[in-house]
T-cell receptor, first 112, second 114 residues
């Protein structure tokens, strides 16, 4: 069965510093992978997706993610964090059919 | 172009009661999925509707049921509410034919069971 692990529950980063969020997945076939962001009390907003092709994908809000098949990882990065990036981030994999399996999330706190 | 909308925003119910949550998909989308997000956790897939039929179901009891209407909107019904049903319920819409898993989420309905 498919699964997603986000090893870091909380990350604190200073404004202007770089950010990397880790995601490891388990899925037998070629995965379709997603990163979503959730602000407090809000729904999920799609940041970026990987289906195939170039392993470095660009998303909205200056985020990018790199797919590494050998490591079963899909880590999210941002070169310079803004205070508005404080939120919870979820990695997800598309399973059989059309459902998404999510990781437990990583909460990002931004220090001024 | 309206995105995914859900109603109500918040709901408070008592154990044993029944609740209905509603979702309108993003314009043009024909598939609706429902997810339950307990506090501090990632969303868990409940079920998915396409062409007014349940196409896929997660590991949720039969107390959770749904419906999709001809205009693609959807309802989630939960019977015999338990305290553990307290959560944020998220609706997501997508195109069935793309089969990519790319889904767009609504703001959610916060259900509190007392």
């Amino acid at each position: 069965a498919q699964s997603v692990t986000q090893p870091d529950i909380h990350i604190t980063v200073s404004e202007g510093a770089s950010l990397e969020l880790r995601c490891n997945y388990s899925y037998g076939a070629t995965p379709y992978l997603f990163w979503y962001v959730q602000s407090p009390g809000q729904g999920l907003q799609l940041l970026l997706k990987y289906f195939s092709g170039d392993t470095l994908v660009q998303g909205i809000k200056g985020f990018e993610a790199e797919f590494k098949r050998s490591q079963s990882s899909f880590n999210l990065r941002k070169p310079s964090v803004h205070w508005s990036d404080a939120a919870e981030y979820f990695c997800a994999v598309k399973a059989a059919g059309n459902k998404l399996t999510f990781g437990g999330g990583t909460r990002v706190l931004v220090k001024p | 172009d309206a995105g995914v909308t859900q109603s109500p925003t918040h709901l408070i119910k008592t154990r044993g009661q029944q609740v209905t949550l509603r979702c309108s998909p993003k314009s043009g989308h024909d598939t609706v999925s429902w997810y339950q997000q307990a506090l501090g956790q990632g969303p868990q897939f409940i079920f998915q509707y396409y062409e007014e039929e349940e196409r896929q179901r997660g590991n949720f009891p039969d107390r959770f049921s749904g419906h999709q209407f001809p205009n693609y909107s959807s309802e989630l019904n939960v019977n015999a509410l338990l305290l553990g049903d307290s959560a944020l319920y998220l609706c997501a819409s997508s195109f069935w034919i793309t089969d990519s898993g790319e889904q767009y989420f609504g703001p959610g309905t916060r259900l509190t069971v007392t």
